[in-house]
């Protein structure tokens, strides 16, 4: 992280804050205190605490799935031709109402280079992130003490990489898109404040084949030319120039707005603010509303203070015009998806965008008021950072819930049971596994595995000797491997298989589904949490579940494997009321 400690000729302190530490006795501890809190040491470390979020991110994207998500396979047929070359003109093709031009070619570069894992995907929107944060710390306002201007940085990276945005991260396909959006939205509006137009509207053209809410930067970079007393041309030229490219992107995206019966003035307002105030909730969007709205009223306050029109402030006012006008996008686009539906994860950065520059711009302006309460100051940043991050924890654990399924899908691929997955994946007319398998694609490279350290897809099992485990015998408390069937869906020629099974004292490895002679059909995933299974006996762990997918077909086993190596079998079926009798 770059550090905001650079500039020699900058004061440590506030005015006034000298006088303050005279009144302390020479050598006491409270004089001690606060110098520490002026000094650039304070500011260098609070910077480094703001890596703090993006390895909690890191950690996040390690544990997420290989396999890419939904929207990946239907944007990777349309830009990678049947021998695994790059289709350019699929690059232009609208993905969900996007045009994504860049971020599928972040998308190609990873399946050609690194397999197609998206957890690198994931790594490179950290980084992405953290450019973001690097570029923002440009625009803080110079008139700051450092110590408060370095608990921007953490703010600003705490909201960033805030648990509420998992999605962005762990879906990492999306964050491509939407995070390298907002980096060069952001990079044109520095160029903007500083009067450097031609590199501003070229960076905005570019984040126009990024993704939709780029678009809000046409209106942004009016503003700002407005702030700085332009021409009026160059006034003008942003909003033509963005209205163009929208009327152009509606004439190709005819549902790009909503148009069902919830397409009111009233919910387009409610969908505004619940985008806006999200970051401050938790999972409630009627709070989302109230905190959107005290935050457009914010900027209707702020812009009645003269202190708030300051030429260091006008990033800060364009930005927040950014994320204001992306609010608005998502909430006339997804109206009629209904009144939750903007407290979705993948929403997040669109609120930081919001929130952040008034933050600023509040806290900039008290201190030109109140210099010395600057360490307040610092102090409101940094909890503000903190409080944001932390309210996702129930939106980061819906998106891990989601997350914990995923790989079953690498199965189904790989043995040949796309359809098993409705929309997840592609029908088999799109010709993705083609695609896949030319490209050396996951899960078709050597990376997949059913994680069980052997046997594998194709490989048969000897089930002479083995037994047959069942529900669990000696009361509430397990004496022996058991485990059972308790739901099988049948998809157009394969099914799914779920359960839960536990060696007690000798923990499962994995689980695979075999064929009456064997041989090893079907896996997925076997450490799914089963809290009701937990409840029901003692001393079974909750990630007892399993999940599995297969051929249609009769006979099919269920093995399970112990740590040990040891083996036990079930039927493939939900046993009926008798059998659990």
């Known amino acids: 992280m770059t550090s905001t400690v650079t500039d020699k000729s900058e004061p440590d302190s506030a005015p006034g804050e000298r006088a ?73 093709k609208a993905s969900n109402e996007h045009l994504i031009a860049i971020p599928q070619l972040l998308y190609y570069g990873d399946a050609t280079l690194f397999g197609g894992d998206q957890r690198i995907l994931g790594y490179l929107d950290i980084l992405i992130a953290l450019a973001t944060v690097v570029l923002i710390r440009f625009a803080i306002p110079r008139s700051l003490p450092v110590v408060v201007r370095a608990s921007i940085v953490l703010a600003s990276s705490a909201l960033i990489f805030s648990l509420h945005g998992l999605h962005n991260f762990t879906h990492a396909m999306s964050g491509a898109a939407w995070l390298t959006a907002n980096l060069i939205s952001v990079g044109t509006l520095l160029f903007a404040v500083k009067g450097r137009w031609g590199p501003a509207w070229g960076m905005a053209l570019l984040g126009s084949i990024t993704y939709g809410t780029a678009f809000a930067v046409w209106p942004s970079l009016a503003l700002v030319a407005i702030l700085r007393k332009e021409p009026m041309w160059r006034r003008v030229l942003p909003l033509a120039l963005g209205a163009v490219i929208v009327a152009g992107w509606m004439s190709v995206n005819h549902n790009a707005a909503g148009s069902g019966t919830e397409s009111d003035i009233g919910t387009a307002i409610y969908g505004l603010f619940a985008v806006i105030g999200k970051i401050w909730t938790a999972n409630n969007t009627g709070m989302a509303v109230f905190a959107g709205a005290i935050i457009v009223a914010g900027y209707a306050a702020m812009a009645t203070v003269k202190a708030a029109k300051a030429p260091e402030l006008r990033f800060w006012w364009g930005l927040g015009c950014h994320g204001f006008f992306g609010a608005a996008m998502i909430a006339i686009s997804r109206i009629d998806f209904g009144l939750d539906y903007s407290q979705h994860s993948r929403y997040t950065s669109v609120s930081v965008l919001a929130s952040l520059p008034l933050l600023v711009i509040v806290g900039t302006v008290v201190h030109r008021f109140a210099a010395r309460h600057w360490r ?22 819906t998106v891990r819930a989601e997350n914990a399924d995923h790989e079953i899908k690498s199965v189904g691929l790989r043995a040949g049971y796309p359809n098993a997955f409705g929309w997840a994946l592609p029908p088999t007319g799109h010709n993705l596994v083609p695609r896949l398998e030319v490209l050396g694609h996951y899960p078709f490279n050597d990376d997949f595995t059913l994680g069980c350290g052997g046997p594998e897809l194709g490989d048969t099992i000897d089930l002479t000797g083995v037994e047959e485990i069942g529900f669990p015998t000696g009361g509430r408390t397990p004496a022996s491997p058991s485990g059972v069937v308790d739901l099988v869906e049948e998809k157009p020629g394969s099914r799914l298989v779920w359960g839960w099974a536990t060696g007690v004292k000798d923990p499962v490895r994995c689980t695979v589904l075999v064929d009456s002679s064997g041989k090893v059909v079907g896996g997925g995933v076997s450490d799914r949490v089963r809290s009701d299974i937990a409840q029901q006996y003692l001393g079974i762990n909750a990630d007892t579940g399993f999940g599995m997918v297969g051929p249609d077909e009769d006979g099919l086993r269920v093995v399970v494997i112990l740590e040990s190596g040891a083996k036990r079998w079930m039927p493939a079926e939900v046993p009926d009321d008798e059998d659990q009798k």
């Open 20 to 92: 303050g530490e005279a009144s302390a006795p020479a050598g006491t501890w409270r004089q001690r205190l606060e110098r520490f809190t002026t000094t650039r040491w304070l500011a260098r470390l609070i910077e480094l605490l703001a890596l703090v979020p993006a390895a909690a991110m890191t950690i996040e994207v390690a544990k997420s799935p290989r396999l890419h998500f939904v929207d990946y396979w239907y944007a990777l047929v349309r830009f990678v031709n049947m021998d695994g070359s790059l289709n350019f003109g699929g690059l232009f």
């Open 376 to 397: 307040k100051v610092a102090v409101a940043f940094a909890v503000a950072g903190v409080t944001g991050f932390a309210l996702g924890v129930p939106t980061a654990d």
